[in-house]
């Protein structure tokens, strides 16, 4: 895998320089069924399309951050801060 | 060294001489040269032996493209002769022949052997008994191979480097199509990289980066790597432009791969760059004008050309040109064999389509020029994701389709359409002897006619059973002829039969280019030079050099228990969690409350994933309400500031995060003396009122502002002492002198962790694994279920809270005194494995053996009995579940 990543504060690097989150999912708000939890530690949807995903600058200005890619062609589409506190939970 | 006058465009100069040695014996040689101009004017005419058959191989194509003329270069084996530029003093030696090159004993599989070798021979012949294969193996990879690899290397000398290159085009290939392409591009204001693996030297363009003597190994995600020299370039453009040009194919014949079958290139090549007649009476056989313009060429440099077969009916102008100089040019003719012992000294010749002695023709001759038309160079393109077809008219495989943004230039793209040509046959003349499709891997047309009678009958199948396009030259000789003769034996056509998947690398390449250059970065506290001068010996710690022991860690623990030790523990992570939110953040991260910790106090806290499972643990310590201190683990630093971010960017709290790790430093004083030496150095009140264990307290010592934790992961009085990294050693040697009196002794990383181990505390990494969870690991105290919020792992913890763990962490102690290595395995009443040892060592201060280990939950309690089996020897060993030092925590508290 090699493509380009854009940090939104440092801008176009190699992947290499960054960690990857994962997808990202949800964390339950309320007390999950035995099944919902595992769902959500050790299933993900894997999409074979455009993605929302986590990533960190490792080897830069260490921020977490989310792209949006087509893991199909590593085409990045979207790359932005992490919105409304909440709105999404680490993998 | 024979030379013929001037050449127009020779690459050689014939004012600077230069001296190397083949299998020892002196060459000498021109700068400009290439080891193989040099040997072949030295009047060398074989340059290896081929892989199977020990038969003599020489120069064929001149260009680095076939795999005839492989040699080792001061003990590097995999070298090309023909392009490797002479130096002086540089010593090169044959490769696969004993107990020489021009006396093999191994040829005798050649001329006796051939029926004991078909392919996958070693499949079949050499099986049977059993018990000897390992004997058959040892002599057939002696036999066999391009070479032999120096079994050790005392250091690597020789230094590689990566180099990253972005650029908005990359051309391959700098012949007249790539350099133009180069042109065009950089004129467009576009960064333009052109890479040329030739001998010919290119001039600069305006704009253009120029790797002259760099071949493209392959195209990997839009990344093309270049070897160039010592560098491995990893170049990557937004367009790619192949011009990689047409390789030239030999023709399938009896013999074909005599020393003096040459390609119509190569011979050229010898006599214009290097002034080398390539013989002195050539048989030409050509498919098209190419062959007949390499003719007039070698005539026109005083070769004598004996006769050209043109496989071709119609007489060219080309043709008529040669006869009008008296040349005999033969049309419809071709080549069926070439004759000789050790090099070639007859070519046979036939009329196409008449078999029988009665019409063929031996003409004597030293050179056979042989031009069987071109196959484009696709390889790349192809890896780039271009598509091929079959084009009956050229004969070969033309590019049809191209991906976004490659484009192809020059005879890659089939430049050199409108030539008129002819498809040479499969083979021929395969009555004479053996015929070679492969000559990397020495396979004959018969092998791959036998490997379709063996149901091998795709071209991928019969590739990996003859091995056929899978040599040094990666199907540049051989893919086009072993498709041919596919098609011939099924009864397909080429376009049916195929290609085989083109891949990486397209060049030979040495390992230590794709290695890179070593890079090991190494971590070493501010106080890495004390321990050093104290006889420390030093390991790797993750990332780090660390103090493993001062020479004697037995007696280094044992101070530690009688008067005091000190130990540089400047590895750990230290986040500083910081803002009105911090209290709460750390109860959603850690299992246990932090918010209801009083300023200057010290809390243990184990941090779990939400899956319930331990990933790293620590000290921390509240400095002030809306400040708290963070210990991680060594190793965990990093990984703990990454989780802890990860959860902050999700919650956006009210608090900053700050990695200290590297800007401090920290030692460990611990012992029934630490007190009295700490108390030497600071104002601060360290009775035992006043800094009670788990008391966290700013105070200046030795001068040096610093943060004192009263923590005891050692198990005796002990004081953790942050403070700014570049006083280390200034506060390390302070200790040291005030302990020099009271028997102070540093200790290292093995000491460490016997003291520990007496203590039961547990290492991270060491003790747990991704599946434990603090209950398995005997800290169900840490998790506090009936916090009212919500935190990370709550919901599996409650899980896992009411359920039995299978096995569970228990520490033992053996009474034989063998110590079990870490990792043996716990086994149950049947033999069968149920859990691990994970800690062991021998305790000086206990005089026996402890250790920590996973055994089943029902024998997870004090006087249990479990069998360890260590490496086939079993032992009986004690479960203890409390401390084996101190259990209580009394001298800890005193």
């Known amino acids: ?91 | 060294m024979s030379r013929l006058p001037d050449q127009p465009g020779e690459l050689i100069n014939r004012g600077k001489v230069i001296r190397f040695t083949f299998d020892g014996k002196a060459v000498e040689a021109y700068e400009g040269d290439t080891v193989g101009s040099a040997l072949y004017a030295d009047g060398r005419r074989t340059f290896s032996r081929s892989f199977k058959y020990h038969r003599r191989r020489g120069l064929l194509c001149c260009a680095g493209q076939c795999p005839n003329c492989i040699v080792a270069v001061d003990g590097a084996p995999g070298v090309r002769a023909c392009t490797e530029p002479v130096r002086e003093g540089m010593r090169v030696e044959h490769l696969n022949a004993q107990p020489g090159l021009d006396f093999d004993v191994m040829r005798t599989t050649d001329l006796v052997g051939t029926k004991f070798t078909p392919p996958g021979f070693y499949y079949k012949t050499f099986i049977r008994p059993r018990k000897l294969w390992p004997v058959y193996e040892k002599v057939l990879r002696h036999a066999a191979g391009l070479g032999v690899l120096p079994k050790q290397q005392p250091e690597r000398e020789w230094r590689t480097e990566y180099r990253r290159r972005h650029a908005d085009v990359i051309v391959i290939g700098g012949g007249t199509a790539g350099q133009r392409a180069a042109a065009a591009a950089a004129e467009q204001a576009d960064d333009v990289v052109l890479v040329d693996e030739g001998p010919l030297p290119i001039d600069p363009i305006p704009g253009v980066e120029i790797l002259a003597r760099a071949s493209a190994l392959g195209y990997f995600d839009g990344i093309v790597p270049v070897f160039q020299g010592d560098t491995l370039h990893q170049i990557r453009a937004r367009r790619h432009v192949f011009a990689t040009g047409a390789i030239e194919q030999p023709l399938v014949f009896a013999g074909n791969d005599l020393p003096g079958v040459m390609l119509s290139g190569g011979a050229l090549r010898l006599m214009q760059l290097y002034a080398v007649i390539p013989g002195t009476r050539a048989v030409v056989a050509t498919t098209s004008d190419r062959g007949l313009h390499a003719a007039a060429t070698l005539h026109d440099g005083g070769v004598q050309i004996a006769a050209v077969a043109d496989l071709r009916e119609s007489r060219s102008a080309a043709a008529q040109e040669l006869s009008a100089r008296g040349i005999e040019v033969l049309v419809g003719h071709q080549i069926l064999a070439a004759r000789g012992s050790k090099a070639v000294d007859a070519a046979v010749l036939g009329p196409i389509g008449v078999e029988g002695a009665s019409v063929e023709r031996a003409v004597d001759c030293d050179l056979i020029v042989v031009s069987g038309g071109f196959a484009p160079a696709t390889s790349l393109l192809l890896q780039a994701g271009a598509r091929t077809r079959y084009d009956a008219e050229r004969g070969c495989f033309v590019l049809d389709e191209l991906p976004p943004n490659v484009t192809a230039v020059g005879d890659v793209a089939g430049a050199d359409e409108g030539e008129t040509l002819a498809v040479p046959p499969p083979v021929a003349g395969a009555g004479h002897g053996k015929c070679f499709a492969c000559l990397c891997e020495d396979v004959t047309a018969k092998d791959i006619k036998l490997s379709v009678e063996e149901g091998y009958d795709s071209i991928e199948l019969s590739k990996r059973y003859t091995t056929v396009t899978m040599g040094p030259c990666q199907g540049r000789m051989c893919q086009l002829p072993a498709i041919r003769l596919m098609a011939k034996e099924t009864g397909q056509s080429l376009e049916q039969v195929g290609t085989t998947t083109a891949r990486p690398p397209w060049v030979s390449v040495p390992m230590g280019i794709l290695a890179g250059r070593p890079f090991e970065p190494a971590k070493r506290s501010s106080i890495h030079g004390r321990h050093r001068e104290l006889g420390a010996t030093i390991r790797w710690a993750g990332d780090w050099r660390r103090a493993y022991d001062y020479g004697d860690p037995q007696a280094e623990a044992l101070a530690v228990h009688r008067a005091a030790g000190l130990i540089d523990v400047s590895t750990l992570g230290k986040l500083l969690v910081r803002g009105p939110d911090a209290g709460e953040f750390l109860d959603r991260l850690y299992p246990n409350r932090f918010s209801d910790l009083e300023p200057g106090r010290i809390r243990y806290g184990v941090i779990s994933s939400d899956a319930g499972r331990i990933v790293d643990d620590g000290t921390i310590c509240r400095i002030d309400e809306d400040t708290f201190y963070v210990t991680t683990t060594s190793s965990g630093a990093g990984a703990v500031e990454e989780w802890f971010s990860w959860w902050l960017a999700d919650w956006r709290m009210r608090v900053e995060l700050t990695d200290l790790t590297q800007g401090l430093s920290a030692v460990n004083l611990a012992g029934p003396r630490a007190r009295e030496i700490l108390g030497e150095l600071t104002d601060l009140d360290c009775s035992p009122e006043a800094f009670r264990y788990l008391d966290g307290k700013h105070a200046t010592v030795a001068g040096v502002s610093c943060l004192i934790l009263r923590i005891g992961f050692v198990g005796e009085v002990g004081y953790e002492i942050h403070f700014a990294a570049a006083y280390g050693e200034h506060v390390w040697d302070a200790l040291m002198r005030a302990g020099a009196d009271r028997g102070i002794r540093p200790f290292g990383l093995e000491p460490q962790r016997i003291l520990r181990l007496q203590k039961m505390h547990i290492l991270v990494g060491q003790d747990t694994d991704s599946e434990s969870t603090p209950f398995g690991a005997a800290m169900p105290w840490i998790v506090k279920l009936d916090k009212d919020a919500d935190f990370i792992g709550k919901w599996a913890l409650e899980h896992y809270a009411d359920e039995e763990p299978a096995t569970r962490l228990v520490g033992f102690t053996l009474p034989n005194g063998h110590v079990p290595t870490e990792g043996a395995v716990i086994v149950d009443a049947l033999g069968a494995p149920a859990g691990q040892v994970t800690s062991a060592r021998f305790s000086p201060v206990l005089d026996r053996v402890i250790g920590m280990a996973w055994v089943p939950s029902p024998f997870a309690r004090d006087g249990s009995q479990v069998t360890i089996s260590d490496e086939g020897t079993m032992m009986t060993a004690q479960v203890q579940t409390r401390p084996f030092y101190d259990p209580d925590g009394e001298v800890l508290r005193s």
Do not use: K
């Open chain 1, 1 to 91: 895998m090699s493509f380009l990543l854009t940090c939104p504060n440092c801008g176009v690097r190699e992947v290499t320089d960054f960690g990857y989150g994962g997808e990202i999912s949800a964390r339950p708000r309320a007390r999950p069924t035995l099944r919902q939890l595992g769902q959500y530690n050790y299933f993900r949807r894997n999409a074979a399309g455009v993605q929302r995903e986590w990533w960190f600058h490792r080897s830069g200005c260490r921020a977490w951050f989310i792209a949006e890619r087509d893991t199909r062609t590593n085409e990045v589409l979207l790359i932005e801060l992490p919105g409304e506190p909440g709105t999404v939970g680490p993998a």
